[in-house]
């Protein structure tokens, strides 16, 4: 099994620890309503997926009530 013969620099082991970053989430406009979406989800505003309606939209864009 192949061991590194010398020890890693602390500005290397930094200079490749740098790509680890997180990217923002990437949005597209929906074709039907052109509100912003996720690619390939379900629309939550209008509901649609490659032009077919495949729920409902809800008047709510959460699942619980406010009855306080």
């Not at 890693?8 to 680890?20: G, N």
Request: glycine share 2%; proline share 10%.
């Amino acid at each position: 099994m192949a061991v590194p013969k010398q020890k890693q620099s602390h500005s290397r082991t930094s200079k490749r620890r740098a790509q680890h970053k997180m990217a923002a989430p990437v949005f597209n406009a929906c074709p039907q309503c052109h509100s912003p979406r996720r690619p390939h989800r379900v629309c939550p505003v209008c509901g649609t997926y490659k032009g077919v309606e495949v729920v409902a939209p809800d008047a709510h864009d959460h699942d619980h009530d406010h009855d306080h």
